[in-house]
């Protein structure tokens, strides 16, 4: 049996999961590696911190190349996030012809493909499993079962912060605010959870997801996204009157050649699989022209699901040591299509509107006939009592262009029977 030295670059959520599981299952772990797995060093940023974990301070450290620059080291485990400085050192461990998983996936998003570029030169496997929705296998299934579709379609729940505030919203009827607090009291949202409800942790996601199944790199800053911070109780209760549930999507699909993408607060018909994905858990739902369709689910998030996918990368590695596995391994970077794809975000979609109007005869029908003027026809509508002098009326609209729904809305809050336009959603159809 081989000995295989890890260096762990993290010791915190996800570090402490990995080192558990490795730990834990060590027996299992060996034997599926056919290798005696060590983790000689581990980075933090201070040594003397309190931690719920028995680790020996002995291999801890805090300078990184004192770990990078050890040559008994053959993997490196990235596991401190961020991107500067992720980015370096997995660079750096590349360079010296070390192997590299990592759970970053803001790294992999947007340096992805000049590391995995520096791995294939240097004969060493980066892996990133972790990178999407933790503990869900999807990386690894759509690179190795999965190979040889065709993907159509895949619409992703893999924000489990924003999915348990949503939740939550709809269960107890909470405004954001409130289920935003309690998912940072359970642990579900960090103190800045910034990146997770303004859906750029879903856009990193989604350009990973993108690279693998449809060979695109789009830029993570450049897909067409919102956030849930405007989401109000409301929406989510006249959506279910419309039997529909919220749910932040993270999708991209190939329509002859037009490769739509987005990452946007949607109605999910309630007869759809996403829309019974609850809290924190994730969920993918991939169309692939052999396999038909497909639905992951699980832990996105958390220490030891997370970790589960990021030792089964160091298990991986493991195996292709000193063989000549690495060739049999997914080719990397990945394969970039040769296809001329239509890169495209919003286009067509059906809509939620919700106007606050006034409280006065033939409001309604004004409306409906601007957006009939427009060419928009309307799916449902449903008007709502409020007691005071304005009141709210939602539309479901049939598939539109975004365009011509955004001509309709001008000319109709151009009236006075308009108050507002409260929210624009769109919806799965
Ligand atoms: N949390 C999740 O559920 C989850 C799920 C999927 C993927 N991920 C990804 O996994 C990665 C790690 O996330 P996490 O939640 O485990 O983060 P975390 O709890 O903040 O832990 C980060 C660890 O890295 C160390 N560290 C950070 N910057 C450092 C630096 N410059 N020098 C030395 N040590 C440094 C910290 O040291 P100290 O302990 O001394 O502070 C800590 O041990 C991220 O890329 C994240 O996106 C996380």
């Given at each position: 049996m081989k000995?295989?030295?890890v260096?762990?670059?993290g010791l915190?959520n996800?570090?402490?999961?990995t080192y558990?599981i ?10 599926m ?19 719920d974990?028995e ?11 004192n770990?990078?620059?050890?040559p ?15 980015y ?9 012809g ?11 998003a947007?340096?992805?493909?000049e ?13 990133h499993e972790?990178s ?15 190979c040889g579709?065709d ?8 924000n489990g912060?924003?999915?348990y ?12 605010e409130v ?11 960090e ?5 997770d409800?303004?859906?750029e942790?879903?856009?990193y996601?989604?350009?990973i997801?993108?690279?693998?199944a449809?060979g695109?790199?789009?830029?993570p ?10 989401i109000?109780?409301e ?18 699909k190939?329509?002859s050649g ?14 759809h699989?996403l ?5 924190e858990?994730?969920?993918l739902f ?5 396999v038909?369709?497909?639905m ?5 998030a958390g220490?030891?699901p ?11 590695i493991?195996?292709c040591i000193?063989?000549d596995?690495?060739?049999i391994?997914?080719?990397q970077?990945?394969p ?6 239509e ?8 809509y939620?509107i919700?106007?606050l109007?006034?409280?006065q ?6 409306i ?11 799916q ?6 409020k007691?005071?002098d304005?009141l ?8 539109t262009?975004?365009?011509a729904l955004?001509d ?11 108050e ?5 959603l769109?919806?799965l159809?």
């Amino acid at each position: 049996m081989k000995n295989v030295r890890v260096g762990l670059l993290g010791l915190g959520n996800i570090g402490k999961g990995t080192y558990t599981i490795l730990t834990q299952n060590a027996d299992r772990i060996s034997g599926m590696s056919n290798s005696k797995i060590e983790v000689k060093k581990i980075l933090v940023s201070d040594i003397n911190k309190p931690r719920d974990i028995e680790v020996s301070k002995e291999i801890l450290t805090t300078d990184a190349y004192n770990i990078l620059n050890d040559p008994e080291i053959d993997v490196i485990v990235e596991l401190i996030g961020g991107i500067d400085k992720a980015y370096e050192y997995i660079k750096a461990a590349l360079s010296s012809g070390k192997h590299v998983a990592t759970a970053n996936k803001a790294v992999i998003a947007t340096h992805g493909l000049e590391l995995m570029e520096l791995a294939k030169k240097n004969k060493v496997l980066l892996l990133h499993e972790a990178s999407v929705a933790g503990g869900i296998p999807i990386i690894t299934a759509m690179l190795k079962p999965l190979c040889g579709n065709d993907f159509q379609e895949i619409i992703g729940i893999v924000n489990g912060t924003t999915n348990y505030i949503l939740t939550q919203m709809s269960e107890n009827n909470l405004e954001y605010e409130v289920a935003l607090k309690q998912a940072q009291e359970k642990g579900f949202a960090e103190a800045d959870p910034t990146s997770d409800v303004e859906g750029e942790d879903a856009a990193y996601k989604l350009t990973i997801l993108m690279l693998i199944a449809f060979g695109v790199y789009v830029d993570p800053k450049t897909i067409p996204r919102e956030g849930i911070t405007k989401i109000s109780k409301e929406d989510i209760e006249y959506a279910s009157q419309f039997g529909y549930k919220l749910k932040l999507l993270a999708g991209a699909k190939n329509s002859s050649g037009r490769l739509k993408y987005y990452v946007y607060p949607t109605l999910v018909p309630e007869s759809h699989p996403l829309a019974s994905v609850n809290n924190e858990f994730n969920a993918l739902f991939v169309k692939g022209d052999a396999v038909g369709e497909l639905m992951f689910y699980g832990k996105g998030a958390g220490s030891m699901p997370t970790g589960s996918a990021v030792v089964g990368d160091i298990v991986s590695i493991a195996k292709c040591i000193g063989t000549d596995l690495l060739e049999i391994t997914p080719s990397q970077p990945y394969p970039i299509t040769e296809e001329e794809l239509e890169l495209t975000g919003e286009s067509r979609s059906e809509y939620y509107i919700n106007f606050l109007v006034k409280d006065q005869p033939g409001a309604l029908g004004k409306i409906m006939t601007v957006l009939g003027t427009h060419g928009i026809s309307i799916q449902s509508v449903m008007q709502r009592a409020k007691g005071d002098d304005s009141l709210p009326v939602v539309f479901i609209l049939h598939e539109t262009r975004r365009q011509a729904l955004d001509d309709a809305l001008a000319e109709i809050v151009k009236n006075s029977y308009v108050e507002k336009v409260t929210s624009i959603l769109r919806v799965l159809s």
